[in-house]
């Protein structure tokens, strides 16, 4: 698939609603199909919700990636880690969003409208869309990540 056709899920609450918009224009300008969740306004409503309908479509494969953007990022990657085929991060930085991608495999970016300028977000966003997982070492510690019993964790 073409990067710029990769299908993406998008979720804020009122914090971040604005920046998600944003970023909405900029991945459908890009040709991203977009299925943005909300929240659609400025009332407040909560994080939780937005983070659990983003990690369902990207777990049942209907998004390639998600955003999610609160104030922090922290919040929604919290929720949205509670999905075990989900890698959720908070992203400042290109840096971080190239490496979450080639060594974690992450899945969802995560934003912080209170924390991040939105020219650093959009950069780091464009980094982790087009940063390939690496595989190869990355993949047994990967396959780690959610708990196994005991016996395996040696
Ligand atoms: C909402 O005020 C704020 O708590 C939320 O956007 C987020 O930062 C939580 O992690």
Do not use: W
């Amino acid at each position: 698939m073409n990067p710029a056709e990769t299908p993406i899920a998008l979720g804020a609450d009122h914090a971040g609603v604005a920046l998600k918009d944003s970023l909405r224009a900029a991945l459908e300008a890009a040709g991203h199909p977009v299925r943005d969740f909300g929240t659609h306004g400025d009332g407040s409503v909560d994080y939780p919700d937005f983070a659990h309908q983003v990690a369902r479509a990207v777990t049942a494969g209907e998004a390639v990636f998600g955003v999610l953007v609160c104030g922090t990022g922290i919040g929604m990657a919290i929720a949205a880690n509670r999905h075990p085929e989900v890698r959720a991060v908070v992203v400042h930085s290109t840096t971080e969003a190239r490496l979450t991608r080639a060594h974690n495999d992450a899945n969802i970016a995560c934003f912080g409208a209170r924390t991040t300028g939105p020219e650093v977000v959009l950069d780091s966003l464009s980094a982790f869309l087009t940063t390939p997982y690496e595989g190869g070492r990355h993949a047994r510690r990967v396959s780690k990540i959610n708990p196994s019993p005991a016996a395996q964790e040696a």
